[in-house]
């Protein structure tokens, strides 16, 4: 089959304040850093403004890092998507977890897993994901590295982990000074044998499986979740499985009862850093953004118009979500 080698779609997982933000945000700075192509940084600056002049910028529920591998080859995309650090009502984990092909769970050094974080990991590991274990914060005086991915690998057992998903690689951080290693460092100090998330990186796209897709078959593209814009209206998310969602093109709607509609796609989007650009289309493995849909529904799908062949619903353990 097919793959998009230049594609990751990742969920990071963590209980708040173990260090999302801080990860990511050292992952879009460093990946800037590699940025060969500076003019198209300074047009996607210009293009910004003009947006937010007209308002209708929109920060990505998604972050999309564009990575340049160290020695050369192709720039690859790691979208990674935002899945709550606990259980929520609203499927909020299911959609997240839908839209990726593997999963970092990371966890402070000192902390360790918390309960809130179970659930979650408990889903990836029931959608036969992959995980990736980051221990982050190995500076802090009170670290206790090996307890934690003990309790990290007991974690794993009580939730009925396979034994690939045990197999888990480890990467040691500090995201707040933005480096990485494979080696574990000593309680108490960051990493020093790298200077940079260069380890992380390279883990990620080693071990987050590149999306596959069956050439030339018709477009499938699923919904994977909603948000909303003043401007725009609502936006439905989607993951393109199979074939292209084209800008200005009409495609089959195939909604939650099976009816089919036929709609314009006159808004396409895809996300670079933080923010929603405007695009022309979207391949298999993409997540891209469709605005002007007003009632599209998270599960349905978006399909070819000469052979629409529906994907299948998303499934929520939770109270299922209002479909009027
Ligand atoms: P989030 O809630 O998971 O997004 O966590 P944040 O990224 O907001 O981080 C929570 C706090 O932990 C902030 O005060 C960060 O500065 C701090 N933090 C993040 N990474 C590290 C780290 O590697 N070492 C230390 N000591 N603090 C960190």
Known sequence: MPTRHDIRNVAIVAHVDHGKTTLVDAMLKQAGAFAAHQHVDDRVMDSNDLEREKGITILAKNTAVKYHPKGGGDPVT???????????????VERGLSMVDAVVLLVDASEGPLPQTRFVLRKALQARLPVILCINKTDRPDSRIDDVVNETYDLFL???????????????????????SLTKPANGTVPADSDSLEPFFSTILSNVPAPVYDDGAPLQAHVTNLDADNFLGRIALLRVEQGHLRKGQTVAWIKRDGTITSVRISELMMTEALTR??????????????????????????????????????TVDEPAISMT
Do not use: S, W
């Open 78 to 92: 790691i979208n990674i998507i935002d899945t709550p650090g606990h259980a929520d009502f609203g499927g909020e």
């Open 158 to 180: 009580d939730l009925d982990a396979d034994e690939d998903q045990i197999e888990f690689p480890i990467v040691y951080a500090c995201a707040r000074d933005g480096v990485a």
């Open 277 to 314: 650009k405007p695009a022309e289309v979207a391949g298999p493995g993409d997540i891209c953004a469709v605005a002007g849909i007003p009632e599209i529904m998270i599960g349905e799908t978006l399909a070819d118009p000469e052979n629409p062949i529906a994907l299948p619903l998303i």
